[in-house]
């Protein structure tokens, strides 16, 4: 199949597995609080319902943000998938994410301002690992795109287990859960519940779930280049990681920033800069 279509295809279905996964994802910790929970495509529907509400323009430039974030977070799911350069992705992929920030900052809102600010700590303590990650997928293998990093030879697992395990601490930051979700929080014992988005309504509030939805596709995809021997093995992995993470968030309370930023520049640059430095040093 032409890479373009796997591409393609991201866009259109992305949104569905990240839907679902939130569907799940709250099913499961309503179960774990003692609760029924929402229907599965409960998700869907609050989507649908926001789009028809009336949406209360706090900045004229705030929604245009919006939509490129989202605009952003399918383009780096399809340029991965189609054998676009995979650090060149990690780029795209910081810049969706620095979009959110920039909509939620351009508010007047000392709130929504807070919420930005926490956001962009975020963005220092994680995006440095992708990147980082990406390269050593790319020392490992020898090649520089998705399709001929899931056709190489070589376990990126197997040999990169100390980028694995950074990945999990990573993953809870993007999946914004507890004890990281400093910027932006469903829990009502949190101190600022809505932070990022205290000041967003109607369509703007739709379009900051899609591109969560398209950035927990993302994730899946990365996890899979780890697990680049088998797609579904891949996926099996992200599915795994992603009960751990509903776990640890109904298990825990949220951290302060300073110890959410040195815990994870610690587990990127020990795990994920010292496996690279011990493949330099072995000569693979």
């Known amino acids: ?49 926001l789009f028809q509400k009336t949406t209360r323009q706090v900045n004229p430039i705030a929604e245009p943000l919006l939509l490129a974030h989202v605009g952003y977070m399918a383009a780096c799911g399809a340029l991965l998938l ?31 301002f807070t919420g930005a600010e926490r956001e962009l700590v975020v963005l ?53 859960k507890s004890p990281f979700d400093i910027s932006i929080s469903h829990h009502p014992h949190q101190e600022l519940v809505s932070g990022l988005t205290s000041d967003m309504s109607g369509r703007m509030l739709a379009y900051v779930e899609l591109g969560h939805w398209y950035e927990s596709a993302l994730l899946c995809a990365f996890m899979v280049l780890l697990f680049n021997w088998s797609v579904p093995l891949g996926i099996a992995a992200f599915l795994v990681a992603y ?5 640890v968030d109904n298990a825990t309370s ?13 587990a990127t640059f020990v795990l994920c800069g010292g496996n690279v430095l011990a493949l330099f040093l072995l000569g693979r």
Do not use: H
């Not at 009960?243 to 776990?247: D, G, N, P, S």
């Open 254 to 266: 949220r951290i302060k920033w300073q110890l959410l930023l040195r815990s994870t520049w610690v």
């Open 82 to 112: 189609s054998g676009t350069d995979l650090i060149f992705t990690a780029f795209i992929f910081a810049l969706a994410a620095l979009l959110l920030v920039l909509a939620a900052g351009s508010a007047n809102s000392p709130f929504s």
């Open 243 to 247: 009960a751990l993470e509903v776990l």
């Open 124 to 176: 220092l303590a994680s995006e440095p690992f992708f990147i980082l990650m990406m390269a050593a997928v790319c020392k490992v293998t020898g090649v520089n795109s998705f399709g001929a990093v899931l056709a190489s030879s070589q376990l990126v697992a197997v040999q990169l287990p100390g980028v694995v395990l950074a990945f999990l601490l990573v993953a809870t930051i993007k999946l914004r």
């Open 1 to 49: 199949m032409n890479p373009a279509v796997y591409g393609i295809l991201f866009v259109v279905f992305a949104p569905v597995f990240g839907g679902l996964l939130a569907g799940v994802d709250r099913r499961v910790s309503a179960r774990m609080q003692g609760r029924v929970g929402p229907p599965l495509l409960q998700p869907f529907y609050d989507v649908g319902k």
